[in-house]
Each structure stands twice: as structure tokens, then as C-alpha cells.
């Protein structure tokens, strides 16, 4: 096999792979319901001001 066929080969590979990763993702994202998505934005919002004031008051 020529080098640049294993390179198409490769970034087939890395495509289809890719496709993979971003399907599980967003099954993953589409099975909260959107009270859970809700309560866990609250939680991060809630985490991010808890940081911030300890950055304000480490300073």
C-alpha cells in the first residue's frame, strides 16, 4: 500500500470516529428532561458565583 492510501485510510478512520464521539454525545444531551437541565444550570451557575467570590476575596 502506498503511504497516502494509509493516510486516507487514517483520516477515514479518524471521521468516522469523530461521528461516534458526537452521536453519544448528543443521545447523552437529549435524555435529560428539561427540569434536570434546569436544576443542573442552577448548579453551575450557583458553583461559578461560590468561585468568583473566593477569587474576589483570594486577591
Same mark, same amino acid.
Given at each position: 500500500? =502506498?503511504?497516502?492510501? #494509509?493516510?486516507? !485510510?487514517?483520516?477515514l478512520?479518524? #471521521?468516522?470516529?469523530?461521528?461516534?464521539? #458526537?452521536? =453519544?454525545?448528543? =443521545?447523552? =444531551? @437529549?435524555?435529560?428532561?428539561? &427540569?434536570? #437541565? @434546569?436544576? @443542573? !444550570?442552577?448548579? @453551575?451557575? %450557583?458553583? %461559578?458565583?461560590?468561585?468568583? &467570590?473566593?477569587?474576589?476575596?483570594?486577591?
Open positions: 500500500m =502506498r503511504w497516502w492510501k #494509509v493516510v486516507g !485510510l487514517a483520516g478512520a479518524g #471521521v468516522a470516529a469523530t461521528g461516534v464521539v #458526537v452521536a =453519544r454525545a448528543e =443521545r447523552k =444531551r @437529549r435524555a435529560y428532561s428539561p &427540569d434536570e #437541565v @434546569r436544576s @443542573r !444550570l442552577h448548579q @453551575r451557575v %450557583a458553583e %461559578a458565583a461560590t468561585e468568583s &467570590d473566593n477569587i474576589s476575596i483570594a486577591e
